[in-house]
């Protein structure tokens, strides 16, 4: 009976480097949502995908961010050459199809932190 | 996308009902609204959904009223386990499905 799992839990970098979270959805869940979270502020959408699909990315900033839910495999959400600002709860939900009544599953988050 | 608008931040003391209200003036016929749970350093977690009326579980209640511009998370009893941050959703988005969350409430429950 396992929940949405991300990994890692905490991930520490170094500006310039590049940070690759995984999330892997519930079984039999086909939709993820990442989310990115600051201290003391609420959850703000970054993008949302079915496998191998992107149904909508207009939360995550153009450059450097990106995000992939393959046929086979966790999603990934990956930031290139992360800054300091970087820095956030980095949280992933999944949800078995969409529809107005759906609820979401959520992991228990990735803390980023950028050296 | 219908907006929801909720108080910031609410204190309460243990064995009280804590009724935290949420508005969403542009609610679309087929939005659900959604209530979900958050607690430090953890992801949000489902507490009740309700379309119109009244629903309960056995966490909590929710008030609908007929216009469903907005709606009322009723914690009854709460303890110092529910201080948490509470999220109002309405959706998702009838064009892409995405979910947005607002500011939410922080809850704060006392001895």
């Known amino acids: 009976n396992a929940g949405v799992m991300q990994n890692p839990r905490h991930l520490v970098r170094r500006r310039g480097q590049e940070a690759r979270l995984r999330c892997s959805p519930m079984k039999g869940h086909s939709h993820v949502y990442w989310y990115r979270q600051l201290p003391e502020e609420g959850l703000k959408f970054m993008v949302y995908l079915q496998k191998e699909n992107i149904i909508d990315e207009s939360g995550m900033p153009k450059e450097r961010f990106s995000a992939e839910f393959p046929k086979e495999g966790p999603s990934i959400l990956r930031i290139q050459q992360v800054v300091r600002g970087d820095s956030a709860a980095y949280f992933c939900a999944s949800s078995p199809a969409p529809g107005q009544d759906e609820k979401l599953f959520f992991g228990s988050g990735t803390q980023l932190s950028v050296l | 996308l219908a907006k929801t608008t909720q108080p910031i931040s609410m204190d309460s003391y243990e064995g009280q009902e804590v009724n935290i209200t949420c508005s969403h003036n542009?609610?679309?016929?087929?939005?659900?609204i959604t209530w979900y749970q958050q607690f430090p350093s953890q992801g949000p977690r489902f507490i009740i959904q309700?379309?119109?009326t009244k629903v309960t579980n056995e966490v909590a209640s929710l008030f609908i009223p007929a216009d469903r511009k907005s709606s009322t998370l009723s914690l009854p009893r709460v303890s110092l386990s529910d201080t948490a941050v509470y999220y109002c959703l309405v959706g998702p988005d009838y064009n892409t499905d995405k979910l947005i969350f607002g500011t939410g409430t922080r809850l704060q429950v006392f001895p």
């Open positions: 542009n609610i679309a016929t087929n939005d659900y």
């Open positions: 309700g379309y119109k």
